[in-house]
């Protein structure tokens, strides 16, 4: 499977933005999927995930501001940015939860401007 982050962007503090990822594979039978953020000097976190039943979970710093999808009928997650900070600055990508190495892309670059 291939995965393609897409949809950053320059945005103002609180300011919003949607991203995607899309599959070149079918994600259905992937349990978790995920998007996680890498910030300069930082290591990768994750910061959303979603179950194939749509059980979702969010890191504390995104809780209430970021909503994570999934259409597995599009083989796409979605995660919609509402209410950006400086602080969620970062290079964002998808993959499974937990990650698998080989699914890594290129990622999408996300900055917010204070």
């Known amino acids: 499977v291939q995965l393609q982050a897409s949809g950053g962007g320059l945005v103002q503090a609180g300011g919003s933005l949607r991203l995607s990822c899309a599959a070149s594979?079918?994600?259905?039978?992937?349990?978790?999927m995920g998007w996680y953020r890498q910030a300069p000097g930082k290591q990768r976190e994750l910061v959303a995930a979603?179950?194939?039943?749509?059980?979702?979970n969010y890191a504390d710093s995104v809780k209430g501001r970021f909503t994570i999808s999934r259409d597995n009928a599009k083989n796409t997650v979605y995660l919609q940015m509402n209410s950006l900070k400086p602080e969620d600055t970062a290079v964002y990508y998808c993959?499974?939860?937990?990650?698998?190495?080989?699914?890594w892309g290129q990622g999408t670059q996300v900055t917010v401007s204070s």
């Open positions: 979603v179950t194939s039943g749509g059980r979702r």
């Open positions: 993959n499974s939860d937990p990650p698998r190495s080989p699914w």
């Open positions: 594979g079918s994600i259905f039978s992937i349990n978790a």
